[in-house]
Every structure is written in structure tokens, then in C-alpha cells.
């Protein structure tokens, strides 16, 4: 059964159990605990009909205790895990009960089901209302269960949707972390080909059109086409050859099947930014950035590499390793893809590398 169709599934039992007018559970709850007791103690003398009488009189007695239990008792010490005072209340509820059943068999069930019986004994018998125990205790276990299933249920329901909730808040927060980032250094580059008067200034502008558009209204799904994300990365690249000329040379390599796969938006372009903003920036002469993008063993795999300032010093390396764009897309890969992604920085003395795989199962 697809993930899919187990979702729909859940959510119709969740309707039926918890949409079904409550009434109408404590109807059948009865029904059924009352047939069930005629049933087996109707069995010993074939009088299913008295048996069955007999035990709508006992609820009549039980009812109530049950309902004291899982209405008062429960809310206000169990389930603020006030155990001591819980189990008194408790104790002393069985007790207070267990007499009024007594009373109810002497004074009700006999003249109505035995009248030839005539009990001559004292009323007050210790002995005979700690036996009646056994009509109150079985019901109320019974109730307490399906109260505290039901109470633990929704709980865990609404630490899911709190969690939920925390998570979609503390992604939409990275993302939004990631979008002035991006534009402050694509609005730098604009400003510099604007100083030069270049004619490459109103392609920046349409290329950065198109990155706004994808920000600002197809970022903000779940996922997207990982084709639109390659988009981004390419109308990016663009934007950087643009500001470094002839001393940047990028390669941008796609292998496998892409097409129709889909991915959480905004996760390459932080690594592929990286790349400039750490690595090609601190060049003088000559730069280059390779990027690979592939599908491989039901994994997306992308591999980054730029190339490494000769004068780069401990502090540079620790900025790339250790900058916005990269603690952010760690963040959100631990959010989404928890255990199903790795990524590796190689850092060696003329390059830095970034290997990052994402199992597809966990996102297609």
C-alpha cells in the first residue's frame, strides 16, 4: 500500500472514531458490556432474559462510577500525573460504589428477580459490600483504558502537529535567510556593472527578474521540479560569469535521469554560491568552479569543487566551511531529509569540495 493511500486510510478511521457523535460510543460501550456479562452468566441457567435485566440494573449503579472516574478523577489528578491522590479517589470510589451495589442488590435486584429470597442477615455486612467490589472495578479498568488510549492518542496527535509546525516555521525562517543573502550578492554585481555602463547590465536585470519570480512565489511549496532548481542555478552562474569575465571558467555537468524528479527549493544554489562568494572572489588571475549533477542508484548526487586562493588563510577556509548559505542548507537538510542525505566539505590545498547525496526515496 503507497504512503498515500495509508494517509487516507488513517484519516478515515481518525473520522469514524473521532467524528461519530460520542453519545453514540457510550451507547455501544454499554450495549456491548451489558449483553457480554447476560450472556455469560445467563449461560449457566438459560435465563438470558433475566441476566439481561439484571445487568441494566447494575449499570445503573456502575454508570455513574464509571463516569466520576473518567470525567473528574482522571482529568484533574491522572492526567496531571497526581498518582497518589489518582489512586486514592480511586480506592475510595470502588469503595463507595461497591455499597451502593450491595444496597442496590438487596433492596432492588432481590424483590425484583429472586422475591422467594429473603436475605436475613445484617445490612451492614463488610464482608458481602467488599465482594461487590467485583461489579465496579471490571467496568472502570475497562473505561480507564479506553479514556487513556484515547487521551494518549490525541496527545501524540498534538505533539505531531506542534512539532509539524515548528518545523514548516523554522524552514520558512532558513529560507528566508537564504533569500537576502543570494540577493545582496546579486544586487552587488548589478551595481558593479552599472558603474561600468556595461551592456550586460539590462541581461542582469531579466536574470534577476526570473530569480525573484522563483523566489518569491514557487519557493515557498514543499517541493519543486528539480528541473527549476538547475534553472536557478544556471540564470545564477550567468550572473557570475557576467561580473568575472574571461578569469572564471564554470563547468555545470548533468548526468542521469532528472527529469520529474522533485526536491525541496533552495537547496543547490547555497553550495554553488559558496562557491563564488568564498573561492572565485578571493581569486586574482584565474578561477574555475566544476559542478555535477546526477541521478545514480535512486540517489541525487551533486558534487561542487572551485578553486582555492593561494592566499586563502585559516580564517577564509573557516567562512566557507562556516558561512550563512552553508549552516542554513546543513539546517534544512537535517529538517527534511533526516538520515536519508549526507554531505561531505573535502578541503586540500587547491580546492575545495562539496559531495552531497540525497536518497530519492525520501523526497520523490
Not at 473528574?72 to 489512586?87: D, G, R, S, T, V
Not at 532558513?174 to 543570494?182: G, S, W
Not at 552562474?237 to 522533485?262: C, D, P, Q, T, W
Not at 539546517?331 to 573535502?346: G, N, V
Request: charged fraction near 20%; proline fraction near 3%.
Amino acid at each position: 500500500m503507497g504512503l498515500r493511500r495509508k494517509m487516507i486510510l488513517k484519516l478515515d478511521i481518525e473520522n469514524v472514531v473521532f467524528g461519530t457523535p460520542r453519545i453514540l460510543w457510550h451507547l455501544l460501550f454499554w450495549s456491548v458490556f451489558i449483553s457480554f456479562f447476560a450472556l455469560v452468566y445467563g449461560s449457566f441457567e438459560e435465563n438470558y432474559g433475566q441476566q439481561f435485566l439484571i445487568q441494566i440494573s447494575a449499570a445503573v449503579i456502575q454508570a455513574p462510577a464509571v463516569y466520576f472516574t473518567i470525567y473528574i478523577l482522571m482529568p484533574l489528578f491522572l492526567f496531571q500525573e497526581h498518582y497518589a491522590n489518582f489512586f486514592t479517589y480511586l480506592l475510595l470510589t470502588i469503595l463507595f460504589f461497591s455499597i451502593l451495589s450491595w444496597f442496590n442488590h438487596l433492596f432492588i435486584q432481590i424483590p425484583l428477580f429472586w422475591p422467594e429470597d429473603h436475605y436475613e442477615g445484617p445490612i451492614i455486612n463488610i464482608g458481602k459490600m467488599l465482594k461487590f467490589t467485583t461489579y465496579i472495578y471490571p467496568v472502570l479498568v475497562l473505561a480507564m483504558a479506553i479514556k487513556w488510549f484515547k487521551f494518549w492518542y490525541l496527545e501524540q496527535k498534538n505533539n505531531q502537529l506542534l512539532a509539524k509546525e515548528k518545523l514548516q516555521s523554522e524552514l520558512n525562517f532558513l529560507k528566508a535567510q537564504v533569500h537576502p543573502h543570494f540577493l545582496f550578492n546579486t544586487l552587488n554585481n548589478l551595481y558593479a556593472l552599472t558603474l561600468k555602463q556595461s551592456k550586460d547590465a539590462p541581461g542582469v536585470v531579466l536574470k534577476l527578474s526570473d530569480l525573484l519570480d522563483y523566489m518569491l512565489y514557487e519557493c515557498n511549496a514543499e517541493t519543486v521540479a528539480l528541473s527549476k532548481e538547475i534553472k536557478l542555478v544556471e540564470n545564477y552562474i550567468s550572473l557570475e560569469k557576467m561580473r568575472y569575465g574571461k578569469r572564471l571558467e564554470v563547468v555545470f555537468n548533468k548526468h542521469g535521469e532528472l527529469a520529474g524528479k522533485m526536491v525541496a527549493p533552495l537547496l543547490i544554489l547555497p553550495f554553488v554560491e559558496n562557491c563564488f562568494k568564498h573561492g572565485v572572489s578571493e581569486e586574482l588571475d584565474q578561477s574555475w568552479v566544476n559542478i555535477e549533477l546526477s541521478f545514480v542508484n535512486e540517489e541525487l548526487i551533486l558534487k561542487v569543487e572551485n578553486s582555492k586562493s593561494t592566499n586563502s588563510n585559516q580564517d577564509d577556509q573557516f567562512k566557507y566551511k562556516e558561512g550563512i548559505g552553508l549552516k542554513n542548507v546543513r539546517r534544512r537538510l537535517e529538517l527534511i531529509y533526516p538520515e536519508k542525505h549526507s554531505i561531505k566539505i573535502m578541503d586540500s590545498e587547491e580546492s575545495f569540495l562539496v559531495n552531497l547525496k540525497i536518497q530519492v526515496d525520501s523526497w520523490q
